[in-house]
C-alpha cells in the first residue's frame, strides 16, 4: 500500500534546524496522521506521497513550505486586562479566533500596561530538515474522513503491507 490521499499514515521523524534537533517522535510512538488533510506541513507532506511502509528518507522543507516566514505584521501590543493571570516573558499563552480555533503566541516583552506578544510560530522562517521513516499505512476509517483526523492510537496489523 501507498501513500496517498485518504490514507492514515503513521511516521517516525527527527527534525533538525540549523543542525540542532527540534522535534523528534517518541521511540515506539510514531506520529500519526491523515494524508491530504492538512494535518501536518505541505512540504513534508508533499515528500510522503507515495511511499511505501519502511521507506526512510531525508527531506529538507522550505519556509513555504513549513511554518512560512517570519511576519513582522503578527507581532501585537495587548493590554495587561487582556490577561487574566501573571504574565512571563517568553512563554506560550493560546488565543480563541472568532471561528473558535485556538491559536498559539509568545510574550516578547512587558511594559507598563503593554504586553507584546508574536503570533509567528517559533519555527517560521526556517528551512527544515526532516528524517522520516513510514511505519504504517491503512485506509482511513468514514469517521476519521469526516472529522478529517485519525481516530484511536492503535493501527490493525494487517495495515503493514
Known amino acids: 500500500m501507498k501513500i496517498a490521499v485518504d ?7 527527527v527534525l533538525t534546524v540549523d543542525g ?13 496522521y491523515l494524508h491530504g488533510a492538512q494535518n501536518i506541513i505541505v512540504g513534508l ?3 510522503l506521497e507515495g511511499k511505501q511502509v519502511g521507506d526512510s528518507f531525508s527531506v529538507t522543507v522550505s519556509p513555504e513550505e513549513g511554518y512560512g516566514e517570519y511576519d ?25 479566533n472568532a471561528d473558535g480555533s485556538v491559536i498559539p503566541f509568545r510574550v516578547t516583552s512587558l511594559e507598563d500596561d503593554e504586553v507584546s506578544v ?9 528551512t527544515l530538515h526532516f528524517q ?3 511505519r504504517t499505512i491503512r ?15 492503535d493501527m490493525d496489523e494487517e ?3
Do not use: M, W
Open 20 to 32: 540542532a534537533i527540534v522535534d523528534q517522535s517518541e521511540e515506539g510512538h510514531p506520529l500519526p
Open 7 to 13: 490514507k492514515v499514515v503513521e511516521i517516525d521523524y
Open 118 to 126: 508574536d503570533f509567528n510560530s517559533d519555527l517560521a522562517g526556517k
Open 72 to 96: 513582522a505584521d503578527n507581532i501585537q501590543q495587548l493590554s495587561r486586562a487582556d490577561f487574566e493571570d501573571d504574565i512571563e516573558v517568553g512563554e506560550t499563552y493560546y488565543a480563541e
Open 45 to 47: 507532506e508533499k515528500s
Open 139 to 153: 485506509d482511513a476509517t468514514p469517521e476519521e474522513l469526516q472529522h478529517g483526523h485519525v481516530h484511536g492510537e
Open 159 to 161: 495495515d503493514e503491507e
Open 132 to 134: 522520516v521513516t513510514v
